[in-house]
């Protein structure tokens, strides 16, 4: 997993050695792959399942469910290997935009309890979100804590761990200390407590290999790592031993990361309050994700390669396909095309089972030349899509619509 806001010595505060008066939440997913697909299919709940197989039995174990790790299966196995340990293990293939899709979700959900520069997505199941705006001590903190818990688990079914702490480094730690579905708070006077018996593996940037350099040297817990010789640390592992040491003590004083400005894609999921599935309803929701997806582009003056429809049932179940423009475009008309052409391949809902949720994804992203984005019909037929976008937003989305079909 890339350490994508791992303390750097230039994050550091010099001025201050630690926090303080300042709650910082981290929160994982459990079990995160394997736990949707057991949302997903009901028969799944209760068994050893893993993602990550591929046809023919092969592939790699991305993770497990809880029920296969207590049978010996670990992430990094070939599913072969794990098959040895757990023979009846169901191997399912991984499907990463859907995980995606709820990561984004719970990102979104997030912006209701605090504003979006406290939040920091680090991975693909795990955020921070600095509450120090809206907690003003522990039991406020905790309080939060709960709620975004229990949102999570209302609009995704899903549960995830979280740590507390008065720093990013012991927040994360904290994460560890009870999974599944934990909440554990480590503050300036428990952390000895709580974390220092901890293996100094487990410390944020350190990991396995690390963690046998530490060993060599006697260091085995976060503890000793926290009372270890700076000097010595220093003398193995360059400013890095330095770090890992202060780290240990509690004395990160990194704040929030924000996503660069470099737009990778663009996402917009939508969920009804009714529930759709009648043809011309799902056009209708598909037009309009279509259209702010596309406007969105134009008002960064990108234009899209590639692009993802989603849909989510009543059930929550999940369904999904993509498609790769034959040409880079932003132009409404081809993006709901395009994405009408994925809906055709997908499980369609019916009246026993309604969508409650589209969403529609375009990524590789390049600036827009404006003239020749404008694919649609071969005699490079232009429309004057940014002028119409213009004046949909002095007089509202509804004033004036692009001609598709029907
Ligand atoms: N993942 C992956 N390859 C890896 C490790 C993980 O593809 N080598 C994927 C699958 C995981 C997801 O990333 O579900 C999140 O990774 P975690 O390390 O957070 O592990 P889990 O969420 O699966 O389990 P845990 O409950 O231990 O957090
Ligand atoms: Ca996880
Ligand atoms: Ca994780």
Known sequence: MPLYSFPHIKDMNCHITEHQNRFFAHMDFDAFYAQVEQRDNPILQGQPVSVGGMEGGKGIVMTASYEARAQGVATGMSVLEARKF??????????????????????????????????????????????????????????????????????????????????????KLATKLRKPDGLSIVTQENKKRKLYSMQASKLWGVGRRIGFRLGAMGIITIGDL?????SAMKKEFGVNGIIFRKLACGEDTSEIVLKTNQEKSLTHNHTMSEPIYKIEDIKKEIRRIGEYISRKLRSKNLVAGHMHLSLRFENL??????????????D????????????????????????????????????????????????????????????????????????IEN
């Open 86 to 171: 757990c023979p009846n293990l169901i191997s399912l293939p991984c499907y990463g935009p859907k995980y995606e899709a709820i990561t984004l979700n719970l990102l979104k959900a997030l912006g209701k309890f605090v504003p979006e520069e406290c939040i920091e997505q680090y991975s693909v199941d795990e955020c921070f979100v600095d509450l120090s705006q809206v907690a003003r001590n522990y039991y406020e903190a905790k309080n939060l804590g709960l709620k975004i818990k229990e949102k999570i688990r209302e609009l995704e079914d899903l549960t995830v761990s979280m740590g507390i702490s008065y720093n990013k480094t012991f927040a």
């Open 317 to 330: 179940k999940y369904d999904a396909g993509n498609i790769k423009f034959a040409k880079h475009t932003n």
């Open 226 to 230: 926290a009372e270890s010789s700076q």
């Open 332 to 403: 409404d008309r081809e993006i709901f095309n395009s994405a009408m052409m994925i809906y055709q391949k997908l499980y369609g809902p019916s009246a026993k089972l309604k969508a409650r949720q589209f969403g529609i994804g375009v990524s590789d992203l390049h600036m827009d030349r404006k003239d020749t984005n404008l694919n649609l019909f071969d005699n490079n037929y232009s429309f004057p899509f940014y002028a119409l976008d213009k004046l949909k937003s002095k007089y509202g989305e509804e004033i004036i619509r692009v001609g």
